[in-house]
C-alpha cells in the first residue's frame, strides 16, 4: 500500500546531554516524495537530529515517525524503511564496489539471486560500473561518496537521510551527485538533507527549515526564506559608459533609490515586482540605450543564513555527539 501521509514526522524533539540541550523542541513534517533541507551552522543540532531520527540516538523527550513507524517504539521497523549516508564515507576500503554493495544486500537478508541484479543496477545508476572489481582504496573521493549512497539505497527504501553527503566533494562530484539525487526523488524516494552549502539546498529542497542553538528558527519554501531577507533588486547593466548618466535619468522619477557603479555601469535599486520591471525595460528601448543586461536579484540563502544567524555558513564537521566517540555514522550501524 503506498503511503500517503508524511514520510518523516518529528514532533517536538529534544535531546539533552547532562545540563547541555543540543536539539530542543523541534517539530518538522516531510511530505513522501519530497526534500527537506536542515540549515544551521555547526553545531546547531542537525547531526543529534539525524541521529534521533535514525535510531541511533534515543530522544529525551518528543517522538518521531519514518514511515508511518514511531522511532523509539518501533526502531527495527524504521531501519528496514530508512537509509542513511552519514558524513564520512563508510565503505570498506579493502573490498570492491561489488563485494561492499553485496555485503550491505547481505545484512538485509536479500537473497544472492537479488543481491547481485541490485549491485548491478546501482553500479550502473551511480557510474561504477567500470570500477565495480576495484578495491575502493583506489576511489576518488567522489567515487567514495557515490558508493556510500548506492549503500544507503541496497534494500530500496522509501526515506533517505542525507548528513552533508557532499563536503569535501569538487564541484563536478557535487553535480553529479545531486543529479543522482533529483532521479532518487522523481522516482518517489523521501530526503531528508542536512548541509551547510547553500546553494545545496537551493538546488535540492522543496522546503527549508534553519536551526540555531538546537531550536528551529526559520522554515519555509526557499524562494519564501529569500523573501524573508529582503525584496528582490533591480539590477541593470548598462552597455556603454557613456549612457550611464541618460540611464540615470531615464529612471528619475520611477525610482526613489538609485545606486550607481560607474565603474562596472551597473544601476542597482529596490525593485516593485515583474510589472515595473518590463515598464523600465520599454523606456529604456524609447530612449535607445542599448543594454546588457536588466533583471531582477532575488537575495540568496546565504543572506538569508546571514539575517537569521548572524553568521555566513561555514562548511565543515557538525556538533559530536557526546554518546559517542567517533562521529562518523557506519551506514550498516541503521541495520542492525
Same mark, same amino acid.
Request: proline share 6%; aromatic share 4%.
Given at each position: 500500500?503506498?503511503?500517503?501521509?508524511?514520510?518523516?514526522?518529528?514532533?517536538?524533539?529534544?535531546?539533552?546531554?547532562?545540563?547541555? +540541550?543540543?536539539?530542543?523542541?523541534?517539530?518538522?513534517?516531510?511530505?513522501?516524495?519530497?526534500?527537506?533541507? /536542515?540549515?544551521? =551552522?555547526?553545531?546547531?543540532?542537525?547531526?543529534?537530529?539525524?541521529?534521533?531520527?535514525?535510531?541511533?540516538?534515543?530522544?529525551?523527550?518528543?517522538?518521531?515517525?519514518?514511515?508511518?513507524?514511531? #522511532?523509539?517504539?518501533?526502531?527495527?521497523?524504521?531501519?528496514?524503511?530508512?537509509? $542513511? +549516508?552519514?558524513?564520512?564515507?563508510?565503505?570498506?576500503?579493502? $573490498?570492491?564496489?561489488?563485494?561492499?554493495?553485496?555485503?550491505?544486500?547481505?545484512?538485509?537478508?536479500?537473497?544472492?539471486?537479488?543481491?547481485?541484479?541490485?549491485?548491478?543496477?546501482?553500479?550502473?545508476?551511480?557510474?561504477?560500473?567500470?570500477?565495480?572489481?576495484?578495491?575502493?582504496?583506489?576511489?576518488?573521493?567522489?567515487?567514495?561518496?557515490?558508493?556510500?549512497? @548506492?549503500?544507503?539505497?541496497?534494500? @530500496?527504501?522509501?526515506?533517505?537521510?542525507?548528513?552533508?553527503?557532499?563536503?569535501?566533494?569538487?564541484?563536478?562530484?557535487?553535480?553529479?551527485?545531486?543529479?543522482?539525487?533529483?532521479?532518487?526523488?522523481?522516482?518517489?524516494?523521501?530526503?531528508?538533507?542536512?548541509?551547510?552549502?547553500?546553494?545545496?539546498?537551493?538546488?535540492?529542497?522543496?522546503?527549508?527549515?534553519?536551526?540555531?542553538?538546537?531550536?528551529? &528558527? @526559520?522554515?519555509?519554501?526557499?524562494?519564501?526564506?529569500?523573501?524573508?531577507?529582503?525584496?528582490?533588486? /533591480?539590477?541593470?547593466?548598462?552597455?556603454?559608459?557613456?549612457?550611464?548618466?541618460?540611464?540615470?535619468?531615464?529612471?528619475?522619477?520611477?525610482?526613489?533609490? /538609485?545606486?550607481?557603479?560607474?565603474?562596472?555601469?551597473?544601476?542597482?535599486?529596490?525593485?516593485?515586482?515583474?510589472?515595473?520591471?518590463?515598464?523600465?525595460?520599454?523606456?529604456?528601448?524609447?530612449?535607445?540605450?542599448?543594454?546588457?543586461? &536588466?533583471?531582477?536579484?532575488?537575495?540568496?540563502?546565504?543572506? #538569508?543564513?546571514?539575517?537569521?544567524?548572524?553568521?555566513?555558513?561555514?562548511?565543515?564537521?557538525?556538533? =559530536?555527539?557526546?554518546?559517542?566517540?567517533?562521529?562518523?555514522?557506519?551506514?550498516?550501524?541503521?541495520?542492525?
Amino acid at each position: 500500500m503506498t503511503r500517503t501521509g508524511p514520510a518523516i514526522e518529528a514532533d517536538s524533539l529534544v535531546k539533552r546531554f547532562g545540563d547541555f +540541550t543540543a536539539v530542543d523542541g523541534i517539530s518538522f513534517s516531510v511530505p513522501t516524495g519530497s526534500v527537506l533541507g /536542515l540549515l544551521g =551552522p555547526n553545531g546547531s543540532g542537525k547531526t543529534t537530529t539525524i541521529r534521533m531520527m535514525t535510531t541511533l540516538s534515543p530522544p529525551t523527550s518528543g517522538t518521531a515517525r519514518v514511515a508511518g513507524h514511531d #522511532v523509539t517504539r518501533e526502531p527495527a521497523a524504521v531501519r528496514k524503511a530508512m537509509g $542513511l +549516508t552519514a558524513q564520512g564515507a563508510t565503505v570498506d576500503e579493502l $573490498l570492491t564496489g561489488r563485494e561492499n554493495l553485496r555485503l550491505i544486500g547481505d545484512l538485509y537478508g536479500l537473497s544472492k539471486k537479488q543481491v547481485r541484479a541490485r549491485a548491478d543496477e546501482l553500479l550502473e545508476k551511480f557510474s561504477l560500473t567500470d570500477a565495480a572489481t576495484k578495491v575502493t582504496k583506489s576511489y576518488s573521493g567522489g567515487m567514495r561518496r557515490r558508493l556510500d549512497l @548506492a549503500a544507503s539505497l541496497v534494500a @530500496a527504501p522509501p526515506v533517505l537521510f542525507l548528513d552533508e553527503p557532499t563536503t569535501g566533494l569538487d564541484p563536478r562530484s557535487r553535480n553529479e551527485l545531486w543529479d543522482v539525487l533529483r532521479d532518487l526523488v522523481r522516482d518517489g524516494t523521501t530526503l531528508l538533507l542536512t548541509t551547510q552549502y547553500l546553494d545545496e539546498a537551493d538546488q535540492l529542497a522543496d522546503n527549508v527549515i534553519v536551526i540555531d542553538h538546537g531550536k528551529v &528558527i @526559520a522554515e519555509g519554501t526557499p524562494l519564501q526564506l529569500k523573501d524573508r531577507s529582503g525584496a528582490a533588486s /533591480l539590477v541593470i547593466t548598462v552597455s556603454r559608459p557613456d549612457d550611464v548618466d541618460a540611464a540615470v535619468q531615464v529612471l528619475e522619477g520611477r525610482i526613489d533609490e /538609485l545606486h550607481v557603479d560607474r565603474d562596472s555601469r551597473r544601476l542597482t535599486a529596490p525593485s516593485e515586482g515583474v510589472a515595473a520591471l518590463a515598464g523600465i525595460s520599454a523606456a529604456f528601448t524609447e530612449a535607445g540605450i542599448e543594454l546588457d543586461d &536588466i533583471g531582477l536579484q532575488r537575495p540568496s540563502l546565504d543572506d #538569508v543564513f546571514l539575517s537569521l544567524t548572524g553568521r555566513r555558513a561555514e562548511p565543515g564537521p557538525d556538533e =559530536p555527539d557526546p554518546e559517542s566517540p567517533d562521529t562518523t555514522v557506519s551506514t550498516k550501524e541503521t541495520r542492525a
